[in-house]
């Protein structure tokens, strides 16, 4: 959506990390998800920030200023299977969801 | 599997057909919802139900019809489409409140429809 600005497309190699970064704007943040979406399956929870700081989950991890309007999903160990999009979204007061354009991650061996 | 299911999977129309896509979710959940996704764009939000109740019609042509006869059930009805409405249609649930309070949404695998 317009308020949310993730770069379209990232390419790595197996065994990397690679951070995707993600910006907004909103006058009501809730909180920000981050979900994957592989091409032509539905997208699935990563991830869930409210407050400042890092997530952990696995080789996942999630990260939010608030202050700074920013977020960033960190992937290490990276796989084959991690090629998929990544879908910045954005939990605003009084409306519903809204998503970014996604991030096309290249997983190459 | 995401408890969210969808059928049919593809379907392709032309444009004076009607059909319909139906969503059925197994998650004991309250809200449903339809989204578009065309190609290089945003999910687009096009209903919200929440208790069986329409909150939110994000100014979809009324050529999509949806209806909700349950918490469990979400169809998108369809007529007359034009070649742009092309795209895939994804329904998604939630446990259900207002959109936009900390609901982690649950997404079916999505309907790949083209018009012709």
């Known amino acids: 959506g317009q308020n949310i600005d993730q770069p379209t497309e990232m390419t790595a190699t197996e065994g990397a990390i690679v951070q995707i970064n993600c910006t907004y704007q909103?006058?009501?943040?809730?909180?920000l998800f981050w979900y994957q979406q592989h091409a032509g399956e539905a997208p699935t929870f990563l991830s869930y920030?409210?407050?400042?700081g890092l997530e952990e989950k696995g080789r996942f991890s999630s990260f939010l200023s608030r202050s700074k309007g920013y977020s960033y999903l960190l992937l290490k160990e990276l796989q084959m299977k991690d090629s998929a999009s990544y879908l910045c979204?954005?939990?605003?007061?009084?409306?519903?969801?809204?998503f970014g354009k996604g991030t096309t991650l290249s997983v190459s061996s | 599997e995401t408890g969210v299911t969808q059928t049919p999977r593809h379907l392709v129309m032309g444009m004076t057909n009607k059909k319909s896509l139906k969503c059925e979710q197994h998650?004991?959940?309250?809200?449903m919802y339809w989204y578009k996704q065309s190609a290089k764009k945003p999910l687009e939000l096009m209903f919200v139900?929440?208790?069986?109740?329409?909150?939110e019609n994000n100014s979809v042509p009324s050529r999509f019809s949806p209806e909700c006869p349950n918490s469990s059930h979400l169809f998108l009805h369809l007529h007359t489409l034009q070649p742009e409405d092309s795209a895939l249609y994804l329904c998604?649930?939630?446990?259900?409140?207002?959109?936009?309070?900390?609901?982690?949404?649950?997404f079916g695998p999505g309907t790949r429809l083209l018009v012709l």
């Open positions: 979204v954005l939990n605003q007061a009084g409306t519903a969801l809204i």
């Open positions: 998604a649930s939630s446990q259900g409140g207002t959109p936009g309070l900390t609901e982690t949404q649950y």
């Open positions: 998650l004991g959940h309250n809200a």
């Open positions: 920030n409210v407050l400042d």
């Open positions: 139900y929440n208790f069986k109740e329409q909150t």
């Open positions: 909103t006058s009501g943040f809730n909180g």
